[in-house]
């Protein structure tokens, strides 16, 4: 069975303050939503310490939005799996096309991050996805195939979830088609070993559009960026029809 999973990416959003204001107002609509829906919030790194003693007991779930290889060292800027772990964080955001346009990551790195992860008992959510220039040119299908086959060396697909996530669609209010993300997801799918992976879709996703895309079958949740920071709009999109 495919689990359905919606995870915020609150990116370089919200203090610790602002954090705590929002999982005031966004817990008490989760009253409403189906027990199956996994629900996860992946805050900045300075926010998980004090959402996870705020979140303790709920079934909400803490991701981080990145995590070196090693155990520690001296990788100034950089945060250690067990750092996670130990503060109750049980997923991790890795390859968000964010990290690999600013911060030169590198399906080599993106493939370390996730084998690290899973070390240490995280689930990892692989980020792919094509630039607009990519799709224009026809590469889409190779692209993304491409960054499966070198992100997923050795990485256990029993302990995974992956977003496709349209680089094109990031932040602009301009949506994939559900058809046309169902459609890459499927090919996504094709490529893995373990077909109870679950693979959710990103990429100005809102309240407005997230019951068409959840109707698509290959679909199996949502990585929302702007519209999870505010309590509202994210419950609207958990409590998806
Ligand atoms: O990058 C995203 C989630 O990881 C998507 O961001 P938006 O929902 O703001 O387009």
């Known amino acids: 069975m495919r689990k359905i999973v919606i995870a915020g990416n609150w990116k370089m959003f919200k203090t610790q303050a602002e954090s705590e204001n929002f999982l005031s107002g966004f817990l008490p609509h989760l009253e409403e939503t ?3 829906r996994e629900v996860i919030l992946c805050p900045p790194f300075t926010d998980l ?5 705020y979140l303790h007991g709920s079934r909400v779930n803490l991701g981080a939005q990145n995590v070196h290889w090693e155990e520690n060292g001296a ?3 950089e945060i250690a799996a067990p750092m996670l772990t130990e503060i109750g964080v049980r997923y991790v955001i890795i390859g968000h096309s964010e990290r690999r346009q600013y911060f030169g990551e590198t399906d080599e790195t993106v493939n370390l991050r996730l084998k690290a992860a899973q070390k240490y008992g995280l689930t ?11 799709r224009d040119a026809g590469e889409t299908e190779k692209l ?3 960054q499966l086959e070198k992100d997923l060396v050795d990485v256990d697909q029993t302990n995974l979830i992956i977003a496709y996530e349209p680089i094109w669609a990031i932040g602009t209010g301009d949506t994939c088609e559900a058809t046309e993300a169902n459609r890459v997801i ?4 094709d490529q893995l070993t373990n077909p ?4 959710q879709y990103g990429g100005s996703v809102k309240p407005n ?4 895309i959840m109707e698509q079958p290959e679909i199996d949740g949502a990585l929302v960026g702007g519209a999870s920071l505010e309590a509202d709009s994210f419950a609207r999109i958990v409590n998806y029809q």
């Open 196 to 199: 109870h992976v679950s693979i």
């Open 124 to 134: 990892p959510i692989l980020c792919v996805g094509e630039t607009k220039q990519q």
């Open 34 to 36: 189906p027990s199956e």
């Open 186 to 189: 499927g090919l996504i799918r």
């Open 49 to 53: 310490s004090v959402m996870s003693k």
């Open 144 to 146: 993304i195939s491409t």
């Open 75 to 77: 990788y100034t800027g």
């Open 209 to 212: 559009n997230i019951d068409e």
